[in-house]
């Protein structure tokens, strides 16, 4: 199956910038890729994601502040975050829905997660 290596996160202070980068071990036909966060209690959300046209998608929350891009050839999903606040903090996890793959079948699969923390 497909490992996908996350990178980056850490802690930042209200309104500064952090980005994610989320590497994908094998090369398959994705419906979608993007980010998830999630906080105790609560269910995990999409944060952005981008689509097997190239279309973007993002929460409301996150509109005007983050950027998802894709890149194929380097089989990458990296998240650009800035203007951050406290509501930010969440464990972050990349996120990729497979339609098809030469060693890799259809389905969702997860990063492991990266802990991102905004201080006020």
């Known amino acids: 199956q497909v490992q996908l290596v996350e990178s980056g996160g850490g802690l930042v202070q209200a309104g500064g910038s952090l980005s994610l980068s989320c590497a994908f071990s094998?090369?398959?036909?994705?419906?979608?890729v993007g980010w998830y966060r999630q906080v105790p209690g609560k269910e995990r959300e999409l944060v952005a994601e981008?689509?097997?046209?190239?279309?973007?998608n993002y929460a409301d929350s996150v509109v005007g502040r983050f950027t998802v891009s894709a890149d194929s050839a380097a089989n990458t999903v990296d998240l650009q975050m800035r203007d951050m606040t406290p509501e930010d903090t969440a464990m972050y996890y990349c996120?990729?829905?497979?339609?098809?793959?030469?060693?890799?079948?259809?389905?969702?699969?997860w990063g492991q997660g990266t802990q991102v923390t905004v201080s006020s």
């Open positions: 996120h990729a829905r497979v339609l098809w793959g030469a060693e890799v079948r259809p389905g969702d699969y």
């Open positions: 981008v689509t097997r046209g190239g279309t973007a």
């Open positions: 094998k090369i398959f036909v994705r419906e979608t």
